[in-house]
């Protein structure tokens, strides 16, 4: 594995970490970190056991593989201040909601590769999907590497860009859908008479089973809600409440809401 930088250790930079580290697919000597606080430093330094730098420049200038991982607005200054530490042998990978590859291009020139990355934060639990993008420049080496840290917290698809403000609405803002709608259950179950930690702990626990089963029996969604619905139950009543309200459409609209404002963000 090349020498991996990591400008930004905020919730998805550390996450991802967490994720590089526990999953094996990095060792903590090849990666270098970057974090403005004083304070954070000093955190993220003690508890990974990693080397933790102040300045994005110093990262890039030691590293191969950079990820940024700053907030979008902070993403310009660090941009220009790493821009001709990027060669045609190192690969800028951004996941900054909002910044497209080509004002990535504009702002770094056209030798380092650059790849734009969706994840979520489910990248904390290993669980994490990635969609990613790439545009080689001058870059001469192959993108293994980039796919195996991609993989190192979850799953990874490479999409054209011009899906990514869409993938952006339905997975990298997803969790908080279904974190929403358990949430709504738990609420209701305590409404409806349970106490608040049992409550708390059927709707977590009922996500958690579904998402694993969705996942591993190959089943389509809609064969696993057929399966506990069986007719004149309690599910079809529950379903068909759902439905009166509308709730495919105001998924719908969550969703199409979600990726007008990633386009209002992209630049």
């Given at each position: 594995m090349r020498k991996v930088g990591l400008i930004g250790v905020g919730n998805m930079g550390e996450a991802m970490l967490r994720g590089w580290l526990s999953s094996g697919v990095i060792e903590k000597s090849e990666i270098?970190?970057?974090?403005?606080?004083?304070e954070k430093r000093e955190?993220?330094?003690?508890?990974y056991r990693i080397r933790v730098l102040q300045e994005p420049r110093d990262v890039a200038e030691l590293t191969e593989i950079i990820f940024l991982a700053v907030k979008p607005q902070d993403s310009r200054e660090v941009l220009e201040d790493i821009a001709d530490t990027l060669d045609d042998e190192k690969c800028l990978v951004s996941i900054a909601a909002g910044l497209s590859v080509d004002s990535i291009r504009m702002a770094i020139g056209s030798k380092a590769c650059v790849v734009r990355v969706m994840p979520n934060i489910c990248a904390r639990s290993?669980?994490?999907v990635s969609a990613y993008c790439v545009d080689l420049g001058n870059y001469k080496d192959g993108l293994e590497?980039?796919?195996?840290?991609?993989?190192?917290f979850g799953e990874a698809i490479e999409v054209s860009e011009d899906q990514m403000n869409l993938i952006t609405a339905v997975s990298g803002s997803g969790p908080a859908y279904f974190f929403y709608l358990t949430e709504a259950l738990i609420k209701a179950a305590i409404l409806l008479g349970l106490d608040e930690k049992?409550?708390?702990l059927l709707a977590r626990e009922?996500?958690?089973?579904?998402?694993?089963?969705?996942?591993?029996?190959?089943?389509?969604?809609?064969?696993?809600?057929?399966?506990?619905?069986?007719p004149g139950g309690t599910t079809v009543a529950a379903?068909?409440?759902?439905?009166?309200?509308g709730f495919e459409e105001l998924v719908r609209k969550a969703v199409s809401r979600a990726m007008r404002r990633a386009e209002e963000l992209t630049k």
């Amino acid at each position: 594995m090349r020498k991996v930088g990591l400008i930004g250790v905020g919730n998805m930079g550390e996450a991802m970490l967490r994720g590089w580290l526990s999953s094996g697919v990095i060792e903590k000597s090849e990666i270098v970190a970057c974090e403005k606080s004083a304070e954070k430093r000093e955190k993220i330094a003690s508890r990974y056991r990693i080397r933790v730098l102040q300045e994005p420049r110093d990262v890039a200038e030691l590293t191969e593989i950079i990820f940024l991982a700053v907030k979008p607005q902070d993403s310009r200054e660090v941009l220009e201040d790493i821009a001709d530490t990027l060669d045609d042998e190192k690969c800028l990978v951004s996941i900054a909601a909002g910044l497209s590859v080509d004002s990535i291009r504009m702002a770094i020139g056209s030798k380092a590769c650059v790849v734009r990355v969706m994840p979520n934060i489910c990248a904390r639990s290993l669980a994490s999907v990635s969609a990613y993008c790439v545009d080689l420049g001058n870059y001469k080496d192959g993108l293994e590497d980039i796919k195996l840290l991609l993989s190192g917290f979850g799953e990874a698809i490479e999409v054209s860009e011009d899906q990514m403000n869409l993938i952006t609405a339905v997975s990298g803002s997803g969790p908080a859908y279904f974190f929403y709608l358990t949430e709504a259950l738990i609420k209701a179950a305590i409404l409806l008479g349970l106490d608040e930690k049992i409550a708390a702990l059927l709707a977590r626990e009922t996500l958690w089973g579904s998402g694993k089963l969705l996942k591993e029996s190959g089943l389509t969604p809609y064969e696993l809600r057929m399966a506990v619905s069986s007719p004149g139950g309690t599910t079809v009543a529950a379903i068909g409440e759902l439905e009166n309200g509308g709730f495919e459409e105001l998924v719908r609209k969550a969703v199409s809401r979600a990726m007008r404002r990633a386009e209002e963000l992209t630049k």
